[in-house]
Every structure is written in C-alpha cells, then in structure tokens.
C-alpha cells in the first residue's frame, strides 16, 4: 500500500483550509442593529417610523449637500449607548404588552414609539445613529446661575419608570452625549442653609439638530 507523503498531506489540507476561509463571509458588524430593530418590529408592528430608522442605521441616509456614489459606505453600528436605548425601548415594549391594565399599557407603548420617531427622524438629518450634545444651564431670572445638580431619564408614561442617571458635571453649563430620544431633566442644588433646592422636571425631545441647548428656569 503506498502511502501520502506528510508533506503532500499538509499542502494538501491547506488547500482546503485556504478553500473555505475564501467561501466564509465576515462577520456583519450590523447584526445585533438589526437584531434589535426586528425585536421592536416584532413588538410595535411595522410602520414608516421605524422602516426610516431602519434605512438609517443599517444602510445610512444620504447627507444633504453630499455627492450621490453608485455604492455608499454603510454606516458604522450605532454608538454602545444608543444600543442601549434601542435594547431599553424593546424591553418597555415587550413589559408594556403584559400589562393588564388597558390604559397604562397604552401610556408605555405610546413613549417608545415617541422615543423610536425621535431616533428615526434625527437618523434621517444626519445619516445615521449617533449621540446628541446636550448642553444644560440653570437660570434665574435673565442670570445664570450655578452650581446645580442636574438629572435625566429617559422620558416613559406609565408604571414602568427608568433610573434616574446623573450628569456628571454642575451648571452652568451641565454637558452630557446622549442617543437621540425623549428624556426628563430636572435639577437640585443644596443651599447654605442645608436645604436641598429643586428646578421641576422638564421633557424635551434630544434630535434632530445639532446640538440641543437647553435652560432650567430656578425659582
């Protein structure tokens, strides 16, 4: 029985191990992106909201004023953060649809599909996800003033009320990145007699500009 040479063996294995790393298809950098929106999709149903956000994210909108490419580039995943808010409003939604209760299901359901039109609309302006510069100032009166706390959360109706996260830095201005969305912000301030001070929460939209300025009127 004549036998292979080791070395014909090796080469020969080679071949076919250069064979099938030629047929594998690289991993797509998108996948968990559109994971996620199937998720909501699946929860919400399907609607132009979301078919904008999904254009967006997985195949990027055209910026105005750019030069039209037979094969633009496909945007890059979205940042960590606003996977995060993408992965939040799909479990809201999910945690929305078993609650028995008609109306506050209703509530829920109506803040993530608010939050996915901010996503989709401020994904439309500037071509794909990104974070959203936030600059906060606390004012009273027509005078800054500073030296004020400032907290947000994203902005949801009903029973199921997310953690309230802290900027890291004190007015005036407090800055903070954040995934396009609807948030509450609200500020505190301990004054010299100990006490603690409170600006009342205000709900804004973050997207589809820039950046968004926002003022906290102190009372």
């Known amino acids: 029985m004549r036998r292979t040479s080791p070395i014909v063996l090796i080469v020969a ?4 191990f250069a064979s099938e790393c030629a047929w594998a298809k690289p991993a797509d950098p998108l996948a ?3 994971a996620k929106l199937d998720e909501l ?3 919400l149903g399907k609607s132009d909201v979301l078919s904008t956000l999904r254009k967006g994210l997985l195949w990027g909108w055209e910026k105005p004023g750019t030069a039209p490419t037979l094969n633009p580039p496909k945007p890059p995943p979205p940042p960590v953060d606003y996977m995060e808010s993408l992965d939040r409003d799909a479990k809201a939604c999910t945690a ?4 028995p209760d008609e109306e506050q299901r209703r509530a829920v359901l109506d803040s993530v599909r608010r939050d996915v039109a901010a996503k989709a609309e401020d994904c439309r302006r500037f071509g794909m996800g990104r974070r959203v510069p936030v600059s906060i100032r606390t004012v009273r009166g027509d005078q800054a003033e500073n030296g004020w706390q400032v907290f947000y959360k994203w902005s949801c109706a009903g029973p199921l009320q997310p953690e ?3 900027v890291p830095n004190l007015t005036s201005p407090a800055s903070v990145e954040l995934p396009p ?4 912000f609200r ?3 301990r004054n010299p007699a100990g006490q603690v001070e409170t600006v009342a929460p205000v709900t804004i939209t973050v997207g589809s500009s820039p950046t968004v300025p926002l003022e ?4």
């Open 187 to 189: 500020a505190e301030k």
């Open 32 to 34: 968990p992106t559109r």
């Open 216 to 219: 906290l009127p102190v009372q």
């Open 96 to 99: 929305a649809s078993a609650l």
């Open 41 to 43: 999709e699946t929860c």
């Open 181 to 184: 969305g609807v948030y509450s």
């Open 13 to 16: 294995l080679g071949a076919v």
């Open 164 to 166: 309230e996260i802290r």
